[in-house]
């Protein structure tokens, strides 16, 4: 990036300190005039008085006044005394008010700027006024070769983003797979206002619907205004691995669960009508945790709920689900599952 100097020179008559010290005040309402509309509430920054270079302004502001022939000399001295390495602006101005003079100076910049307003003040024939050098050095640009965002400004939007993937997204997906692990990777374009225009899984960890699901949450991210307001694209990794680690379970579905439990309901409802005829009024719920070999059978089978109250009933129905043959889990491993049985008397 190029560096802009900016100069101001205001002429007045007389010299010395008392000229210094008159014309100082008029220099700094000419930068407040320069920045006025910049700064946080514009899109680009304000610029900064620099000591040296006022100093140089107001030599070149006074030089201007006094012999005007020499202030042809600015650009050969900018350029000996190396003040300007990224390149310079400057704009010789004269007036009395500061607000009109900063209005007159056509100088600009998009990155951050150091100044120099020197004034000298000048009375020619009973009017006063300023002469002004306005020189601006532009100094590099701090997000240079970069991206318009930090990993400082996406890490938090992120860090939140990975989280709820995971309960919305990940949690449910593992219902359909309890052994879906990976790292996904999801492409975001941020907008210049940081909103998230555009967003897609770049690499997922093989279903689909994790993607879909991912992708819609990306989407409706709000990110920090990116630099400039030039569109970012981000690409952010997310890992995910199951409650387990590394250990392969089994899977079996719904339907799977019910069409086995089906074939033992006979003697299920066996083992209820024998406790009722003590208890014509029990009913209530039983809930196994039932482990099951990756061949199908059941390897150990525990009471976890019992809300009957028949420890009879709850042993009578855990023998018989200890003999339940399964079809053999996906992934040929073994897997532990919960299930509830529910006991209704007949009214």
């Known amino acids: 990036m190029l560096s802009v100097l900016l100069l101001c020179a205001v002429t007045a008559a007389g010299l010395g300190s008392a000229n210094t010290l008159q014309a100082a005040g008029f220099e700094n309402k000419v930068l407040e005039g320069l920045n006025k509309g910049r700064g946080e509430s514009a899109t680009k920054p304000v610029f900064v008085m620099d000591t040296a270079l006022r100093e140089f302004a107001r030599k070149y502001a006074k030089t201007a006044a006094t012999d005007p022939k020499a202030a042809s000399e600015l650009d050969h001295e900018v350029k000996e005394q190396k003040l300007a390495l990224r390149g310079y602006r400057y704009q010789f101005v004269a007036g009395s008010d500061a607000a009109a003079v900063a209005k007159e100076v056509k100088l600009d910049s998009d990155v951050p700027a150091r100044a120099g307003v020197g004034a000298f003040a000048v009375n020619n024939k009973g009017q006063s006024y300023y002469q002004v050098v306005v020189i601006i050095v532009m100094d590099p640009d701090p997000m240079e070769g970069k991206t318009g965002l930090t990993p400082a400004q996406t890490d938090p939007v992120m860090n939140d983003a990975v989280t709820r993937v995971k309960r919305t997204c990940y949690d449910v997906a593992l219902g359909r797979n309890p052994n879906l692990k990976g790292d996904m990777v999801v492409q975001m374009t941020i907008g210049d206002t940081g909103a998230v225009s555009a967003a897609k899984v770049l690499q997922g960890l093989g279903d689909s619907e994790m993607d879909i699901c991912a992708a819609t949450i990306a989407k409706g991210l709000k990110f920090p205004a990116p630099y400039k307001g030039k569109a970012v694209t981000l690409n952010h990794p997310m890992r995910f ?5 590394d250990k392969v379970i089994g899977y079996l579905s719904r339907a799977q669960l019910d069409a086995a439990f089906q074939t033992a309901s006979t003697d299920l409802r066996t083992c209820y009508d024998r406790e009722r005829t003590n208890n014509p009024k029990l009913g209530g719920e039983l809930i196994f945790t039932i482990d099951i070999a990756g061949t199908g059978d059941v390897l150990a089978s525990k009471v976890t709920k019992n809300d009957t109250n028949s420890t009879s009933l709850a042993g009578c129905v855990g023998a018989r ?13 073994p897997l532990t599952i919960d299930y509830p049985l529910s006991f209704v008397p007949d009214k």
């Open 241 to 245: 691995v199951p409650p387990q680690g």
């Open 321 to 333: 689900i200890g003999s339940l043959h399964f079809p053999p889990p996906r992934y040929n491993a």
